[in-house]
Structures are given as structure tokens and as C-alpha cells.
């Protein structure tokens, strides 16, 4: 009985978020409809962590509400398509960003991939201070490490190393936030890690 309230409670918040909270306007119009759809991530579906300084903007498609935590001040822009994912504190996704957490099968070419089974809660971990440029595709499974920037157009198929900038189809390396490997334990005492 008890797991049939529940399913009955994620269907309504379900509802309410997609056919209210989703499509308010962009919080550039009035500040309060990012308040509004703030409230709602964070204290209703508790999917993020509840802080003043967090954004998150009109369509913000999330798949699975039970695959999903984001950290603290973050702000996630128009458009973006999650699927599932933990992301940390400090993080910027740009508009139409999409964050994968399953994908179909593909392995056996005798059955077509559309009847093979798919690949379920591979959930992608964003770290913190990360920079997710626009159109960016952020693959099931992939790490990508704090204070890494992602190019526009990218597509992360594999972990990342952290304070690297990554960019292209597939994403690779194109250089490092810093000069020194020694900066990144003081740079990392100054966020909580994500295990």
C-alpha cells in the first residue's frame, strides 16, 4: 500500500512539474519565477540542494527525479535534458545541455539494437566548480572531474581529469586550468568532494 502512495505521489509531482513549474518563464523576465521553480526542485521533488544562490530556468527536462541530486549554487540554464545524474556544487550548465544515464544496447547484431535491452542507471557524476558549455552531451557513466570546463558542442564519452578544458566530438583534452598538479589539493579543500 505504501509503495502505491508513493507512486501516486511522484505521478502528481510529476504533473505539477511539467505542466506548471517547467514552463514558467526565464527568471530574466521576474526574478521570482526562478524562486518559484526553486522552491519546487528543492523542497518538493528534494533534488537539489536548497540554497539562495542557485538558478534553475524554464524546461529543464528531468527523466527521473529518483536519479537525480544537485549541490549547492548551482545554475542550470533553458533546455537541458537530464536523465540522471549527481552533480556538484559551483556547477554552470548552459542551455541545451544533455546528460545521459542509459542508452540502448548495441552489442548483438544478430537482434536489431531497438529490441535489445538498454543500458539503465549508468548515472554520470558532474564534480564541482564545472563549466557545461551549450549543446554539450555529457554520456551514462562518464566522471567528469572539478573545475573542468566543457566546450560548446562537446560530447564526453570518457572521465575527465580535473581542471582540464575539454572540447569536440568526441571530447579531448585541449590544456589544463592550471599550471601545477599541486594546486589541486588546496583548490579541492575548498569544496566538499563527491565520493
Not at 6 to 32: A, D, G, T
Not at 42 to 52: G, S
Not at 95 to 116: A, C, E, F, N, W
Not at 163 to 177: D, L
Amino acid at each position: 500500500m505504501k509503495k502505491i502512495i508513493n507512486q501516486i505521489k511522484h505521478i502528481l509531482k510529476s504533473i505539477i512539474y511539467y505542466s506548471f513549474i517547467y514552463n514558467i518563464p526565464h527568471s530574466r523576465f521576474c526574478p521570482l519565477f526562478n524562486t518559484v521553480r526553486k522552491f519546487y526542485i528543492c523542497n518538493v521533488l528534494k533534488i537539489a540542494f536548497p540554497c539562495r544562490y542557485s538558478k534553475f530556468q524554464n524546461k529543464v527536462y528531468i527523466a527521473n527525479f529518483s536519479n537525480i541530486f544537485i549541490g549547492k549554487e548551482c545554475q542550470i540554464n533553458e533546455h537541458t535534458f537530464i536523465q540522471g545524474a549527481r552533480i556538484g556544487d559551483y556547477v554552470m550548465i548552459a542551455p541545451h545541455v544533455t546528460i545521459l544515464s542509459s542508452m540502448h544496447g548495441y552489442d548483438q547484431i544478430s537482434v536489431p539494437m531497438i529490441k535489445q535491452e538498454k543500458k539503465k542507471n549508468i548515472i554520470p557524476i558532474i564534480g564541482n566548480d564545472v563549466w557545461i558549455g551549450t549543446r554539450a552531451v555529457i554520456m551514462p557513466g562518464v566522471r567528469v572531474g572539478d573545475g573542468c570546463i566543457i566546450g560548446a558542442g562537446a560530447v564526453v564519452t570518457r572521465s575527465t581529469e580535473p581542471y582540464g578544458i575539454y572540447a569536440g566530438v568526441p571530447a579531448r583534452k585541449i590544456r589544463s586550468r592550471c599550471d601545477s598538479p599541486f594546486e589541486h589539493p588546496k583548490i579541492q579543500a575548498l569544496f566538499k568532494v563527491i565520493p
